[in-house]
Nanobody
Framework: QVQIVESGGGLVQPGGSLRLSCAAS????????MGWYRQAPGKQRELVAV???????NYLDSVKGRFTISRDNAKNTVYLQMNSLKPEDTAVYYC??????????????WGQGTQVTVSS
């Protein structure tokens, strides 16, 4: 059993910043890739940023230079620092973990989603 808890969304003005957090707990053997996705109304879910177990990162082109993904392996936590936010960043943001549990099974686990609204 794995639990994923997200936090940190909210309403922010254009140009502002937010930091999202996601923590995993439970029967975790190892965590491989952690990532953040988002889904805006009427649009498909898209990958925003990923970070591998060795710290390699990759970003959606539209957020490069503005968003930073990081992870704290000791806390099984992944963060998304979002700066210079734009109205087009408005979406529900979901964290994703690729985890091997104690039984050996490997699965993807999702957070519950947190709303980010960028508006004046």
């Amino acid at each position: 059993q794995v639990q994923i808890v997200e936090s940190g969304g909210g309403l922010v003005q254009p140009g502002g910043s937010l930091r999202l957090s996601c923590a995993a707990s439970g029967s975790i053997f190892s965590i491989y890739v952690m990532g953040w996705y988002r889904q805006a109304p009427g649009k498909q879910r898209e990958l925003v940023a990923v970070i591998t177990s060795d710290g390699s990162t990759n970003y959606l082109d539209s957020v490069k230079g503005r968003f930073t993904i990081s992870r704290d392996n000791a806390k099984n936590t992944v963060y998304l620092q979002m700066n210079s936010l734009k109205p087009e960043d408005t979406a529900v943001y979901y964290c994703n973990y690729h985890i091997r549990v104690l039984s050996g099974r490997v699965d993807d686990y999702w957070g519950q989603g947190t709303q980010v609204t960028v508006s004046s």
